[in-house]
Structures are given as C-alpha cells and as structure tokens.
C-alpha cells in the first residue's frame, strides 16, 4: 500500500480544482439523582467549549488507531464506535461511523495544516485508506467486492474481518460517506502540499484511491460505483432499525455522486464522470419526495408509520452539504426551508418527550435549547429496550444547522422568510416577520436575527454542558429523566458532532 509522503503527492494538479431505564448503566456520578436544568449564561458557555473542545478530540483521537489508546490492539486504521465492550457492546467498527469521523479531523487538517493533531491525522488518514481497501475487499454477510455487493456492509470486527451475526443490513450510506471523506482529504492534502511531486510519477501512485478501470478496483472508484448502481435500492437507515429509503443516506449519495463527477472528470475518467453527474441529477429528483406536505415537515423514511421526524435528517443535512456555503449549495441545505421547518417541529416534539426539559416546556421560547432524542418513536435506553433519551449528537447537531444558517445569511448578507419558512423565523424572532420577506443586511431585523440564530444554537450546546462527565466526557446519551450519562462511554460520534458544531461556531463572529 501507500504511505504518506507518496500517497497524497501525486494529485494537486488533479484536484487543484476540486473545490459529519431498565438494564442501562449510568455512566457517572452513581450517587446523585438529577442533573440542573438551570443552564449557564453564554459567557460561561464560552470558556467551557473551548475547553471542551480539545478535550473532545483527545477523547475522539483516543480510540482511532494509530495513536489512541482505546484502539490499542485493534489493527491500523481502526476508528472504534466507543471503547465499550458490554451493555452495550460497541467495540466494532462502522463504515459510516468511520467515514464521519475521518470526515471531522480532515476539516480540522484543512483548516491547520501546521496544527498540533495535523501529523496525527495524517498518519491516521494514511491508516484509515490502507484499511478501507482491505475492508472493500473482505467478503462479507452483505457480498462481495466483485460485484460490490460487500460494500453495503456496515460492521466490522476491530481486526478488519467483519461482523457475521444478525445485523440490520445492507447499509448504503458508508461507501457514500467514505468516498466523500477520502475525496476531501486528497484536496486538503495536496492544497498544502503543491511542490511534492511530478506529473511523471502521479498514477502509478495513485492507483489503491482512484483509477479510472472497470471493474473498479481503487476506494473511491469502487465506492461511487456503487453509490450510483444502487442509490435506488432499499437499506437500513443510520439506527440500523428500518429498511427502506431514507433522507440521510440520500443526501450523502448525492453529494458524493456531485462531487464524484468533478473528480472523474480530472481524471479523465469522462465516461464516469458524466453517469455519475446522470445520476445525481435522477436523485436530486428523486430526493424532493422525502417533503410530506401534510406533515408540513421533511420525513426520515419513505413510506413509514413513524412521523418522520429523525435526527438523521439533521445529520444528514450536515454531512451531505459542503461548509463553503457555495453558489450552487444542493438541495435540503441546512439553512434551506424544509430543512428550518422540520427542526422547528422537532424541538417541538422533543421538548414535552423528556422530563430534563421541563423547563424550557414552560418556556415561551419555542426554540430554547433541550435534550434531543433520535426520533420521537425511539425505545432503545443505551443497552436495551425501553424507552428513548436524549442522545449528545443530535443535541450538538442542532447547534450546528444554527450556526450554519447564521453563517450562510452572514455570507450571502441576506436571508428570505418564505411562506414555508414564516413559522420557524417568527420562532427566531417572534412580533418581527409577519410576511415573506427578503431580509437584507441593512434590514433592522438582519442583525438581530443572526446573533439569535448563534443564541439559540448556544443553549443546544449548554445542554450539552449540563449533563456532560465531570472529566468532559461524552456517552451515547444522557437519561430524560435524570440527566446522567448512560448507553456506551466514550462515544466517537458524541465527540466529533461536538467538535463540528463548535467549528462552525467559531465561523461566527463574538459580537454579532
């Protein structure tokens, strides 16, 4: 396989234009019974995230081998779920989880390269590449990489053999996410390292990423191969729970299928370049059908009893659109309005589900911060079944689609209330928007509106604060009714949707 130096050296010419209870366990503080639902000022807030901010990637680099020491043992490569092995047994590793995680540390690379963890992301981007060939090409429950098949495997061992048991499969969002990931770590790489290489030696070295041969035999290749012969197909979602079609693997097809195009094409892989453009435009299509105009709101799976009402559609906002906040910015963006009515429904829901969210229930601020579950239908307590919780990922994933949406108006110096989204900018700013309206930044409501959009996505994070470990830890999810930490320790995830949601906070200026 690849390393480093030459792994990385041989495309900046290529991509230089290539522009996320019963039976649980209480994690902590055993003796006590009920977490403050008194959260801090803003001031408070901003000394603990940043405090929390290194103690979350230190936390998230401890289980990623090489380097952590959580992932001691596991082979190279190796991104673990969380380090717990019993109620419940997280000690595997997922391909989407992976792919997220990876995706988070190379925004942290691209954005410092010079940075402290930058060398360690490097070595573990290295890894992680080397890891995911061997792993496309492991036969598997789900197939093989003959026909591909194996790609929709969600699960693997922490020794790269895979997962044989009963398991929700397939999934199809990983190749989707591993393929974007790898996809932007070759850009943020070579951006910083222009002067490496010679035109001379550039395929060769490059064959294990991408290669413009059918039957594909490199990562990416493979991996966008199968994104666009099967983004029709049915799958699990991201709760390995329900198969069918669904809204978070949809987005993040699409943008790997969009950006997929731009990077065949340089390789003068042109017939690829224009199916896979084909292909996206057929989802872009296809994706409209997840808005339910009865529901008034965004659905998580298609032609599902449940209301639709996901986390996953959150996430899968964030990951399946790019943070340059582009002209051409896709569909379902996170400041778009489906995307803005469907987290106002959302909160609604979440903020009478769960008691630790009394008080912002009380509250005539329909968007005050609280614990968010996965989706309101939810019965898994962190170990078994029983009744649902908050989970840290999806509470910090609502802080970022507020951030986002502040940066995006800040960026384009404007935002439109529409007849859709009138309900959650009056939620924003109530006695303000009675009509559609462009909102321009000389607009006396443009200012006002930006800094509450960072306000409200601040109290998100305070909720975050208030039921974190007293070391900064993150689980999987903290109890609705007393607020401690339960489901598995250490949760990777918890951690990199803290880090993402802090990224795109620091994107905004103190004084709004």
Excluded at 462 to 491: I, P
């Amino acid at each position: 396989m690849l390393n480093i130096p030459r792994f990385m050296l041989v495309s900046y010419i290529l991509l230089c234009a290539f522009a996320a209870s019963t039976g649980a366990r209480l994690i902590n503080h055993p003796l006590r019974t009920h977490k403050s639902e008194i959260y801090p000022r803003a001031s408070a807030l901003d000394a603990w995230v940043d405090g929390e901010y290194g103690i979350a990637l230190n936390r998230l680099l401890a289980n990623i081998n090489p380097g952590g020491q959580n992932a001691a043992g596991t082979v190279a490569g190796t991104v673990l779920a969380s380090p717990s092995r019993s109620h419940p047994d997280y000690y595997y590793q997922w391909v989407r989880d992976a792919a997220i995680t990876t995706s988070s540390l190379v925004s942290i690379y691209a954005s410092n390269p010079n940075s402290s963890p930058s060398s360690q992301i490097l070595q573990i981007m290295d890894a992680y590449s080397k890891l995911q060939y061997d792993i496309q090409r492991t036969n598997n429950p789900s197939g093989s990489f003959g026909d591909l098949s194996g790609l929709g495997e969600p699960k693997f061992n922490v020794d790269g053999t895979p997962f044989t048991g009963p398991w929700g499969r397939p999934q199809r969002d990983g190749p989707a996410l591993r393929a974007l990931t790898l996809m932007r770590y070759l850009k943020a790489y070579n951006n910083t390292h222009p002067l490496l290489w010679t035109p001379a030696d550039s395929r060769g070295q490059y064959k294990d990423l991408y290669t413009a041969s059918m039957p594909p035999n490199s990562v990416i290749k493979a991996d966008l191969e199968y994104v666009a012969h099967n983004w029709q197909a049915s799958g699990f979602d991201l709760w390995e729970e329900v198969n069918g079609l669904h809204f978070f693997t949809a987005m993040v097809q699409l943008r790997a299928l969009k950006e997929g195009a731009v990077v065949a094409g340089l390789f003068g892989d042109m017939g690829a370049a224009g199916y896979y453009k084909q292909q996206a435009d057929a989802l872009t299509t296809f994706i409209r059908n997840f808005w339910d105009n009865n529901k008034g709101h965004l659905v998580e799976t298609l032609q599902s009893q449940r209301s639709g009402l996901d986390c996953g559609i959150l996430v899968g906002t964030l990951q399946g659109t790019e943070t340059t906040y582009a002209a051409d910015e896709g569909v379902y963006p996170p400041w778009s309005d489906e995307i803005l009515v469907t987290l106002l429904a959302f909160v609604k829901d979440m903020r009478n589900r769960f008691p630790i969210n009394s008080a912002a229930a009380k509250s005539s601020d329909q968007l005050a911060g609280v614990g968010m579950g996965r989706y309101p239908e939810d019965l898994y307590d962190g170990d078994t079944t029983s009744v649902g919780n908050p989970w840290f990922l999806c509470t910090a994933s609502v802080s970022e689609v507020f951030y986002r949406t502040a940066s995006n108006a800040q960026q384009r110096t404007s935002f439109a209330v529409t007849s859709r989204n009138l309900a959650f900018w009056q939620a924003v700013l109530p006695n303000t928007f009675q009509n559609a309206r462009t909102v321009t930044a000389l607009d006396p409501a443009f200012r006002p509106a930006i800094r509450r959009l960072k306000e409200i996505g601040d109290s998100f994070l305070s909720v975050v604060q208030a039921h974190a470990g007293t070391q900064g830890d993150l689980s999987e999810e903290f109890d609705g009714v007393t607020g401690f930490m339960r489901g598995a320790a250490d949760l990777t995830w918890s951690y990199g949707a803290f880090i993402d949601a802090v990224r795109r906070r620091r994107e905004l200026p103190a004084v709004l």
